[in-house]
């Protein structure tokens, strides 16, 4: 569980995004809570640098689409990082299982199966105030944080190219 804000960061410790191109692929399912991740992460990337026709966004209909979302991106985009981004809450069935378990392991596919990282800007919380508070709530908000390793895995992805972008 986090404790501390989500949306700090040192932009001394982080490359300089302008040389690279993002995606972001966006939950619909709880908009609440996945437009404000996704604004932040957008806000993010654009303060590390990123200009803003490198950044793509699309919207899936739930978190498990994440995973096709961000594969066909991955293969009609050139990108240097997606963040897949969603939110599950804990109801009264098994379903909450089985959806973060096959969004979590298809996100990891995806890292293993593609050049491209793809990060986890997934919430799985027990209730809608965790989430609340995850999504630029008391907490900060987990798609700053995501946007920020986005950026570093980026960096790494470009190592030994010529993408100007400063070092950790």
């Given at each position: 569980m986090a404790t501390t804000n989500l949306s700090y960061?040192?932009?001394?410790?982080?490359?300089?995004?302008?040389?690279?191109?993002?995606?972001?692929?966006?939950s619909e399912w709880n908009p609440e809570i996945t437009k404000n991740l996704h604004q932040g992460a957008?806000?993010?990337l654009l303060d590390c640098g990123a200009e803003k026709e490198n950044i793509i966004s699309w919207d899936v209909p739930g978190s498990f689409e994440l995973i096709y979302g961000c594969k066909k991106m991955i293969e009609t985009e050139k990108l240097d990082a997606v963040i897949a981004i969603g939110n599950v809450i804990q109801g009264e069935t098994k379903h909450f299982d089985f959806v973060c378990d096959g969004v979590t392991q298809g996100i990891k596919d995806l890292n293993l199966q593609y050049d491209v990282p793809v990060v986890f800007c997934v919430l799985t919380d027990n209730t809608k105030q965790q989430s609340l508070d995850r999504s630029g709530g008391k907490l900060g908000n987990k798609g700053v944080e995501?946007?920020?390793a986005a950026v570093k895995m980026a960096a790494i992805k470009n190592i030994g190219r010529n993408t100007n972008s400063v070092g950790f």
């Open positions: 960061y040192d932009k001394n410790t982080i490359p300089n995004a302008k040389a690279f191109r993002f995606g972001i692929v966006v957008i806000d993010t995501c946007a920020v």
